[in-house]
């Protein structure tokens, strides 16, 4: 953006201010200025340039405000520019033989908008006074080992008391989340019978005594993780005064982990959204407010650019025909594992740790007929996340949503193999995904011990591991996805080498593809076609 004044030496010669994030720069290499300008009350200034001399904060502003400013609250600000030149007839001359159009500077590339969003350091600092974030500080590598005692509430009774699962059961899960992040071993955990999850402590007085007593006395420990979703601002407060150290939450614990596997710009780009509820709920001021709404807004419209870049691809599979099968489920089930094993794409490399795919990944495939398949992998869910944290990455789901089936993977050597489930149906039922999608449902890890005999699975068995049960499976997913998408078998009998031959390779599933023994002018193909498609076909080659 650029904003004109005139000074007069002589004549009219008119200089030019760029403005970018708070920062002006004058577009003269000698002279020596003093600038007021007039913002809006929620304006604030933080650096200002000329060229070589640079004006601190709030230096020659006539008025000076709190707030936020960029490139869209300059619009209104009026320049009372004064100056004094050091001058000489040369350069007199020189600038009247100057153009009289200023050269914009360059425009960012998305990559540098979205680094300059991850960067902020007003932000940053910001994050900082966040003590509940301070898991960031840890997972720097300022401290080598972090002792965690794992508490998980269990309400006893009443309509939040946990269904289809045990006290037990969430433990374990919880110890095996925070044992996620890096560096941290957990030094004790306990389920704790508790009334209401609303109370001021969580935890009765007498029971909040003695786990404080244990907690204190155990050398290895300085944090303790809580396991519900997310504490209110004064419950952490109390409990961190209690406990004299640094608690967590589902929430905090669930974001380190993110933080430590986004490498791609999309996902930090979604972790950063994802933060924000978080700091929103823990920073009253209405400066801090603001500042994170500005940054919020910031992150959609990059957001929105990658999420119409998606767009594009879909569309690009769409005109192609191209048929998009969507992996989902609980965290850790092995979804791309199972991709891996179809697809064979060293790509997909499946790891037994939570949340370790963040970004929606499409891998390419082939059913037994031959027909090319586009598999998607997706981010794993899990129970107890607050709805602000899933939102934040609904838009990676949105793949899923847009695909002609859905493989949903479960763990059958989980314990918890029916909660997952749950889960996962819960999270699918909230998200705009058609009535019509088939949702296939396939239990893995039958290599291992299962949790219920395998009689009593309804769902389709095998193992990404071993590739057991895979060509079965494989079988079926074709049956379903040709049906889905309006495939069906045709028998062709053409002349060996022909170009409708190369055609149907290219475009079509080839089942199967052989010459005719008694004639080796001819070959017999049975490929599989959408009414579109044979359509194209006879149009292409004159068939009627």
Same mark, same amino acid.
């Given at each position: 953006m650029a904003l004109f004044f005139s000074s007069h030496v002589g004549k009219s010669i008119h200089r030019t201010f760029y403005m970018k994030f708070a920062q002006v720069y004058l577009n003269s290499s000698r002279c020596t200025s003093i600038v007021s300008i007039n913002f809006p009350k929620n304006c604030t200034v933080q650096n200002i340039k000329f060229a070589n001399h640079k004006v601190q904060n709030g230096d020659h502003l006539r008025s000076k405000h709190t707030g936020i400013c960029d490139s869209y609250h300059f619009r209104i600000a009026t320049l009372n520019h004064k100056r004094s030149f050091t001058t000489s007839k040369s350069m007199l001359k020189k600038k009247k033989k100057a153009t009289k159009r200023t050269t914009p500077p360059p425009e960012d590339t998305d990559e540098d908008f979205e680094k300059s969003i991850l960067e902020d350091p007003d932000f940053n600092r910001l994050r900082e006074g966040v003590d509940d974030l301070s898991i960031r500080k840890y997972l720097s590598g300022s401290?080598?080992?972090?002792?965690?005692?794992?508490?998980?509430p269990w309400v006893k009774w009443g309509p939040r008391m946990k269904q289809n699962t045990s006290a037990q059961l969430m433990l374990e899960e919880a110890a095996t989340l925070v044992s996620t992040l890096p560096g941290v071993k957990v030094v004790a955990k306990e389920v704790v019978p508790v009334k209401s999850l609303d109370g001021k402590m969580i935890f009765g007085s007498g029971t909040l005594a003695r786990l404080v007593s244990e907690a204190r006395s155990n050398r290895l420990a300085v944090s303790v993780f809580i396991s519900i979703d997310m504490l209110k601002r004064s419950q952490i407060q109390e409990l961190e005064a209690a406990f004299g150290m640094k608690v967590w939450d589902r929430y905090s614990v669930v974001l380190g982990i993110f933080q430590h596997n986004a490498h791609t710009r999309e996902a930090k780009l979604q972790v950063a959204l994802a933060e924000l509820p978080y700091i929103r709920k823990r920073l009253p001021g209405e400066r801090e407010r603001m500042i994170i709404m500005e940054r919020e807004k910031r992150i959609r419209n990059a957001l929105n650019k990658l999420a119409g870049n998606r767009a594009l691809i879909r569309r690009g599979r769409s005109r192609s025909n191209l048929p998009t099968?969507? #992996?989902?489920?609980?965290?850790?089930?092995?979804? $791309?594992?199972l991709i891996r094993s179809i697809t064979g794409d060293e790509r997909a490399e499946g790891k037994n740790s939570l949340f370790a795919t963040l970004d929606v990944t499409a891998h390419g495939g082939r059913l037994p007929c031959g027909l090319e398949v586009a598999f998607i992998d997706t981010v794993g869910f899990i129970q107890d996340i607050p709805t602000e944290l899933v939102a934040s990455f609904r838009a990676t789901l949105e793949d899923a949503v847009c695909a002609d089936v859905v493989i949903h993977v479960r763990d059958a050597s989980h314990p918890d193999y029916e909660l997952q489930g749950i889960t996962v149906n819960e999270t699918l039922?909230?998200?705009?995904?058609?009535?019509?999608?088939p949702v #296939?449902?396939?239990?893995?890890?039958?290599?291992? $011990?299962?949790?219920?005999?395998?009689?009593?699975?309804g769902e389709h068995m095998l193992s990404a591991t071993t590739g057991q049960g895979i060509p079965e499976f494989l079988d079926y997913l074709q049956e379903v996805v040709l049906k889905v998408t309006g495939r069906r078998s045709w028998r062709f009998s053409l002349p060996t080498g022909s170009p409708e031959i190369q055609w149907l390779r290219n475009v079509a599933g080839i089942v199967s593809e052989e010459m005719d023994p008694e004639n080796l002018q001819v070959t017999k193909i049975v490929a599989v076609l959408t009414d579109q498609e044979l359509a194209v076909y006879n149009r292409n080659f004159g068939k009627s």
């Open positions: 401290v080598s080992q972090i002792g965690t005692i794992v508490l998980q099968v969507a #992996i989902v489920g609980y965290t850790n089930s092995g979804k $791309t594992s039922s909230s998200l705009p995904l058609s009535e019509d999608t #296939i449902t396939v239990a893995n890890k039958a290599d291992l $011990t299962l949790v219920k005999p395998e009689n009593e699975f």
